[in-house]
């Protein structure tokens, strides 16, 4: 029996060690207490991943969409809200065409603005109106692009920067890149003016058969600032074929009458025109200087007030010579009436000066009047110059003030003259010399 108890005492003493206290130190948690205690840790996590779960799943969520959504393509018919957007002091900045595109356009030609000028973008304060002139956003480097037609109703019309880009028109598998020439334009003083630049290819082959140019940004400056892009109004690119049927703007004096507005090639109007012996555009002005009404009949009852309007005003933006056409009232060229080379009444000469029309008095005006009328009608009569021939006839004092009267010799460009007729009105007519106004 006593051996019995020394084999178990080693036991005894080894159970203390597990369960109890030995020595006043505390006992030990059995393996169910290990498992208790673990269990509860678990309940408590999960508790707090569940507290966290909802915020989680937002956050997570909300970056998986605005990654998509810079892959992604903007689905059909589906509109974001337009984006605010603002350059670096927090202003409402955009980009925006000053002047419209001289149409119709074809492939090879240059794109110009109307009436031949340049085509201009300006940087706007979209909240003010005004250009930005100053600050590095109003020197920056601008890119060149082609748009679908039907992007965007008009240039008053939000988009976001994604629609832009997914707008954009590359050029056909195996075709010249679209646009060629100078494919930015640098802006000063926050405008800018688009150079040398040409289509390679129509515009039939796309989905709404017409071209936008657009211009935004350049990538390589300002990484991260927010513009909106200029677009300007949608087009058709023709083959370069059409081009031998296309009108001018503006027209020259040269040209032929079917290179006016209304007036088709060999039409009716065309032929009516030539066998009147009007066979360009300064035979067509010089009768409507003279004697629109004959001009009117000659045309007949096909032509409307409305394609009258628009043919003469296409007309009159023909960019004058210098000639000079005097018809002397006598012998000694003491006096005389003195036109332009569409024989429009610019104002009289005497005695070595010069009288503008409105410088004169009214009786002076049934003078003149009266004059017009004959040299008119004795046109052989009438003596042709240069104007630097005339360079030496002096300005005429204006009764009644200080100044002088403008001289038709020195100063023509974008003066006002009289129209000859059976009433004076007023229009607007520029010299040889006007071209870079």
Not at 132 to 152: H, N, Q, Y
Not at 202 to 227: A, C, P, T, Y
Not at 403 to 412: A, F, R, S, V
Request: glycine share 10%; charged share 30%.
């Amino acid at each position: 029996m006593a051996g019995m108890g020394r084999e178990k005492r080693p036991f005894e003493v080894e159970s203390t060690r597990e369960g109890g206290v030995v020595g006043g130190e505390k006992r030990p948690r059995s393996g169910l207490g290990r498992v208790i205690v673990e269990a509860v840790k678990i309940d408590s996590f999960q508790k707090v991943c569940s507290s966290l779960e909802p915020l989680l799943r937002k956050v997570v969520g909300e970056e998986v969409e605005r990654a998509l959504a810079s892959f992604a393509p903007p689905k059909v018919g589906f509109r974001t809200l337009p984006k605010r957007i603002q350059g670096p002091d927090q202003r409402n900045l955009r980009l925006q065409f000053r002047n419209k595109l001289a149409l119709p356009l074809f492939t090879g030609s240059k794109v110009d603005g109307e009436q031949g000028s340049g085509i201009h973008v300006a940087l706007l304060d979209a909240d003010t109106g005004q250009i930005v002139s100053r600050g590095p956003e109003a020197s920056m480097k601008l890119d060149i692009v082609v748009l679908e037609g039907d992007f965007a109703a008009d240039d008053e019309e939000n988009w976001t920067r994604e629609e832009f880009e997914n707008a954009l028109v590359r050029e056909r598998d195996g075709k010249r890149p679209l646009l060629a020439g100078e494919l930015s334009v640098m802006l000063k003083d926050g405008v800018g003016t688009l150079s040398e630049l040409t289509f390679t290819d129509n515009s039939s082959w796309i989905r709404s058969r017409k071209f936008r140019i657009g211009v935004k940004v350049s990538d390589s400056v300002f990484e991260g600032l927010q513009i909106r892009e200029a677009v300007t109004e949608a087009f058709t690119v023709k083959d370069h074929r059409g081009e031998l049927y296309k009108k001018h703007y503006p027209p020259a004096l040269n040209d032929d009458v079917w290179r006016l507005d209304k007036i088709g090639k060999d039409g009716a109007f065309h032929k009516r025109l030539n066998q009147a012996g009007l066979w360009t555009v300064e035979h067509f002005l010089r009768l409507v200087v003279m004697d629109p009404q004959r001009l009117r009949n000659i045309l007949g009852g096909g032509m409307s007030n409305r394609m009258w309007d628009s043919t003469v005003e296409h007309a009159k933006t023909c960019i004058l010579s210098g000639k000079l056409h005097v018809y002397y009232a006598d012998e000694k060229q003491n006096i005389g009436v003195i036109f332009n080379n569409i024989f429009q009444l610019m104002g009289l000469i005497a005695d070595g000066s010069y009288m503008s029309v409105d410088s004169l008095s009214d009786s002076e005006k049934v003078y003149v009047d009266k004059l017009v009328k004959v040299a008119y009608e004795n046109w052989e009569s009438v003596v042709e110059y240069e104007g630097e021939a005339l360079a030496d006839v002096q300005a005429y004092p204006v009764k009644g003030m200080e100044t002088y009267t403008q001289d038709p010799i020195n100063g023509l460009s974008g003066s006002t003259f009289y129209l000859q007729g059976s009433h004076q009105e007023h229009i607007h007519l520029f010299s040889h010399n006007s071209l870079d106004e």
